[in-house]
Nanobody, 127 residues
């Protein structure tokens, strides 16, 4: 089993920055944490969960939603089993609960492809 824990959310003014962290622990039967793809998703009140960013297990592939491209940066440190989401130039529409997910994905942008999820961390951007 793999446990995923997010941290770093909070309240920030529009134009500000936050860095989210996601730490994975445990060990799956067939996989080690360092070969799990990692993704960030978010869900705003009254809306469906949406893809934000993802990074392949090697770190060689990064993917972003158009709405966050050039503002957010995803990275990972496999030695620490941690993935980061640096969020700059935040907008009110970025307000949501942000979820971290891990898994051996076939479609890295799809929430359904991930096996393990954190409880989420709230990000609130005031305008």
């Amino acid at each position: 089993q793999v446990q995923v824990v997010e941290s770093g959310g909070g309240l920030v003014q529009a134009g500000g920055s936050l860095r989210l962290s996601c730490t994975a622990s445990g060990r799956t039967f067939r996989s080690t944490l360092s070969i799990l793809d990692m993704g960030w998703f978010r869900q705003a009140p009254g809306k469906e969960r949406e893809f934000v960013a993802a990074i392949s297990w090697s770190g060689g592939g990064t993917y972003y939603a158009n709405s966050v491209k050039d503002r957010f940066t995803i990275s990972r440190d496999n030695a620490k089993n941690t993935v980061y989401l640096q969020m700059n130039s935040l907008k009110a529409e970025d307000t949501a609960v942000y979820y971290c997910a891990a898994g051996r994905t076939s479609v890295i942008l799809s929430a359904a492809a991930y096996d393990y999820w954190g409880q989420g961390t709230q990000v609130t951007v005031s305008s």
